[in-house]
């Protein structure tokens, strides 16, 4: 009996530690935060680079990763950052095709359909993998983890999971949160009357005016009944909202977002005309590019010739300009690049002082 009310209890926390996180994913911040960064990473322009120049032409695995056709790079690049921002792990699985038997297409797995196979000498390290039923050799594969806090384990958790005790607590008061509002919270008013009632008196004159309220008449009050406002927001209520703030920046803290680029309530201040372009870069430089872009970098550099490698071009974003895609992205592979335009420039004309000398 006591074995079972244990294990009864288990299963109630790790629920509960479940439901926290999935509360947390659920919340705007969260979501903005990880678009934030799929759609940052995906707009930028893709190359190849072999000992510091770049190699042209593009090869194809970075013009159009995927092998369905209907998939352009930058949804490729897209599911990649979102695989990583919301599992902690980027699972790719390689077409291989060809003689050289190097990668010609890949597909960005569904982590959720994923799992290791584990070696037994080494539990840190896999001999395969299994995707939706499916067991993949571990060549088949390429797999880049987010964060490797537990070394004896092949994959890495989910951002969220990983600070899984503090949005425990955190994921409480959104829930708290949201019982106050929805169950009416601290009315703004109170009806209020001069003798005292019994129960069945107050029911039914609250019955009334509800019924009122919500048919959108107004309520008459007569017989010594009155209205009373009660000032809101209370303490309890700033303490409230204090938290729920706290839970967004703890967030955009994880995703490593200054509040500003999230448009966060926070006291660092918000984004101006003057400190825009440092904030982007900044974040750039601290978080998106090492933490983010870098993988998906590691991810395709793998299925590259050896002495090449994948690198984000992030020049138009650290110089606040336009992203455009590259121009192997904008034709189909193996097209030329479109001639430029005639010269239709019509000649000046040529002026007296030109012809004379004079």
Sequence with gaps: MLQDAVVARLEEVVAGRFLSTATVASLPVTVAARALIADVGASLPIVAARDGAP???????????????????????????????????????????????????????????????????????????TYAGVQLAAADVVHVPLWELDLSKPTAPAPLAACQEAFDNLAALWAMATAYWTDGGKPPYALTYPSRLTSGQANEALGDWIT?????????????????????????????????????????????????????????????????????RRWLSLSLYPTWLARVEDALTAMLPAGQQALFDTTGLGGMGLVRPGLDEARPTGEAPPAPPPDTTIPPAPTMAGVGGA
Aim: net charge negative; no cysteine.
């Design 55 to 129: 190699v042209t032409p593009t090869p194809s695995l970075l013009v159009r990763p995927d092998p369905d056709p209907a998939v352009s790079r930058r949804r490729w690049v897209h599911r990649s950052l979102m695989s990583l921002s919301g599992w902690g792990n980027l699972y790719v699985h390689a077409t291989r095709i060809g003689a050289n038997d190097w990668p010609l297409a890949a597909d960005v797995m569904v982590p959720q359909q994923t799992a290791p196979i584990p070696d037994p000498s080494w539990p840190w390290r896999t001999i395969g993998w």
């Design 212 to 280: 009122a309220r919500q048919a959108a008449r107004p309520g008459v009050l007569t017989g010594g009944w009155a209205l009373q406002d009660i000032a809101t927001p209370t303490a309890a209520d700033a303490l409230l909202l204090d938290g729920l703030a706290y839970i967004d920046q703890e967030v955009g803290r994880v995703y490593g977002i200054t509040p500003s680029l999230l448009n966060l309530r926070a006291e660092t201040g918000a984004l101006t005309y003057s400190n825009t372009q440092d904030e982007v």
